[in-house]
């Protein structure tokens, strides 16, 4: 079973808990996310792709990355993209120089970012005083044993579909991940971003020497973008897998569509549906 999940309490047992409608084959079931949760996902969605649009953009100026505090076009990059650049002091061995976007795309990027950063810290708020992240994040111990852990990925790398009862609980490698994105990858993305400008290294610098210097910041920021584009790619080729409509539905208005044969489900389940219907009120 992925994550502990809560036992009923005495009283009717699972069969008596859901009683298969005779209705239809599909059903829709009690909320499956919370409406902030909903909506701060897709506040950091489109915060995501905006920051990705535009970072590229600025990429563009300077296609080479360094190491250390100073970077230019007379020093070795650890990291040479090859692409044509928007300046044409930069030499890419391309005979044409790209359209300069920086003026709107590094506006739109700062403008993005915050948007990011503020609803992250709202949903990790959230998320730390209703308890969120204790009940559906942080792993159970027994979930982190080495045979658990293969098991889940071995299903992954199958594109196994999940489960009844994971349509309504994270399997171990979601909540790892997830936990690694919001707790490390985000504030890694913040703490670099802020360390490559010039102004916050003025009120703040030491952040940006514990990194290693402005040119370093900005691989790190690199690198880190694409930990986050691999995590958004698998993330969204799991969702067709286990069900594209049923789990976009739950994203967008809270609610899962499963079968009948899955609304009958284990006791675990259906108590993890009762609770997470209840915090849908909260």
Known sequence: ???????????????????????????????????????????TTVAFLALLLTGGEIV??????????????????????????????????YRFVLPDENGWSRYLHFEAAWVAVVTGLLYVLWGLFNGHFRRNVLPAPSDLSARQLADSAMKHLRFERPGAEEAWSYNVLQR?????????????????????????????????????????????????????????????VMVFVAGFRSRMRAMITGTMITGRADRVGTAASTVRRAQLNQESTL
């Not at 992925?2 to 005779?22: F, K, M, Q, T, W």
């Not at 919001?182 to 890694?188: A, K, Q, R, T, Y």
């Not at 030491?206 to 694409?226: E, K, M, W, Y």
């Open 176 to 236: 790892l991940s997830y936990l690694v994105v919001i707790f490390v990858l985000f504030p890694l993305m913040i703490w670099t971003g802020l360390a490559m400008s010039f102004g916050f290294d003025a009120a703040f610098p030491l952040a940006v020497r514990l990194l290693g210097g402005h040119q370093t910041a900005r691989s790190l920021h690199f690198l880190v973008t694409i930990l986050l584009v691999l995590f958004l790619v698998v993330h969204v």
């Open 1 to 43: 079973m992925n994550a502990s999940l809560p036992i009923a309490d005495g009283g009717a047992g699972p069969a008596a808990a859901v009683r298969p409608s005779s209705a239809a084959s599909a059903a829709t079931e009690p909320k499956r996310h919370t409406a902030l949760v909903r909506v701060t996902h897709w506040l």
């Open 60 to 93: 563009l100026s300077h296609p080479r990355f360094y190491w250390g505090e100073d970077g230019n076009v007379n020093m070795r990059p650890w990291l040479n993209l090859h692409l044509p650049s928007s300046r044409d002091t930069v030499p890419t061995g």
